[in-house]
């Protein structure tokens, strides 16, 4: 079959699709030949998957013999295209973590609903976490794991501990999506629930541009080998962090009434 559209609508951790099934490495290993005859049998089922690496498959052409996927393939940027039965088999098999869940796989379906209720509380709640850099509760880490805001600075601090080598533009484009992202929800929340907030959309979109100029100072630095810069790229981070908590505080604010 031909590549397919799925236009879903994620919204923080509410969303379109509903968790089918949950399979375990060692199960997948039990009853398939290999993981590609898992996927197959999957999709032929109508559902979609996805594993925590990120890798959501959502098709297979027969033609070409190829998965269709969506990843942060693209140096840190979100995009939706193909890959061989072979290079699946091969990052599957080269994940090496004490964490067997990087191994699991989770089958994914369309809600059949047309309209969809927005949990706010469950948005508040998400949002409150990614601020506070609250521990995700879906996933359990033996290694020590930062998450939200946290993540961001100790990714900055790295880098300029690191000041002899490159900057791997990767996780700067993925902070620049992130804040896309985050953008569009606002917008959602406007257009589809009412939500009174054009001003916080406005502050927010200062956030996106920002970021854009961060990014494109890393890709500077790496051609320049200023110093400068990097202390620059904090202090612009710090910033960026600091408003973009202030806007997401006012935004739950008005939620909540």
Known sequence: ???????????????????????????????????????????????????????FIYGF?????KFLIGDNL?????V?????????????????VNNHFFLNIHLLSKKEEEEYTLNLPQIIMSIENYLNSVIALDV????????GQNAILFSVDKIIKDE?????????????????????????????????CKH????YENIVRRFEIIK?????????KNQKLLFRIRDQILDGLYEEKFILDEMMKLISK
């Not at 693209?74 to 979100?78: L, Q, V």
């Not at 039965?85 to 090496?96: F, P, R, S, T």
Request: aromatic content about 12%.
């Open 80 to 96: 939706q295209t193909e890959c061989t039965l072979e290079e699946i088999v091969q990052g599957y098999n080269a994940i090496k």
């Open 61 to 65: 052409n027969s033609g070409s013999k």
């Open 216 to 224: 494109n100072r890393t890709l500077k630095y790496n051609v320049t």
């Open 1 to 55: 079959m031909g590549k397919l559209n799925y236009p879903f609508k994620i919204l923080l951790s509410t969303h379109l699709m509903y968790m089918v099934g949950f399979h375990q490495c060692f199960v997948i290993e039990s009853k398939w030949d290999s993981i590609v005859d898992f996927i197959v049998d999957s999709l032929k089922l109508g559902n979609k998957m996805v594993s925590f690496n990120e890798i």
């Open 140 to 147: 359990s880490f033996k290694e020590k794991t930062l998450f």
């Open 74 to 78: 693209s140096d840190g940027k979100y």
């Open 164 to 196: 002899n080598k490159l900057i791997d533009k990767r996780a700067f484009l993925l902070f620049l999506e992130h804040k896309k992202l985050m953008l569009s929800r606002i917008n959602y929340l406007i257009h589809e629930n009412g939500l009174k």
């Open 200 to 203: 916080v959309l406005e502050s």
